[in-house]
């Protein structure tokens, strides 16, 4: 798993190797976090499969197809703000 943070959020990225087929499917989670908090708030995002029907060659691809659906949906307005460029 791979943890990061966009401005006010934690963004907790992974990937999981599909038994069938051998590729890996694209998972992600934003949690709210409050600028002098350690631990993080409510689930903004609960983790689950961000790239539905989307098998990845790779753990990194699909790590980084997680990421680029995160910012994704943060930058589509369903997050209060944003600090990400």
Do not use: C
């Amino acid at each position: 798993m791979h943890t990061e943070r966009l401005g006010h959020f934690e963004v907790e990225l992974s990937a999981r190797q599909m038994i069938h087929n051998g590729g890996w499917a694209a998972f992600a989670a934003i949690h709210a976090v409050e600028a002098a908090a350690e631990v993080p708030a409510a689930a903004v995002f609960p983790r689950q499969w961000v790239v539905d029907e989307t098998v990845f060659e790779s753990e990194a691809a699909a790590i980084a197809g997680a990421r680029e659906a995160a910012i994704a949906f943060l930058k589509s307005g369903n997050s209060p703000s944003l600090g990400v460029a």
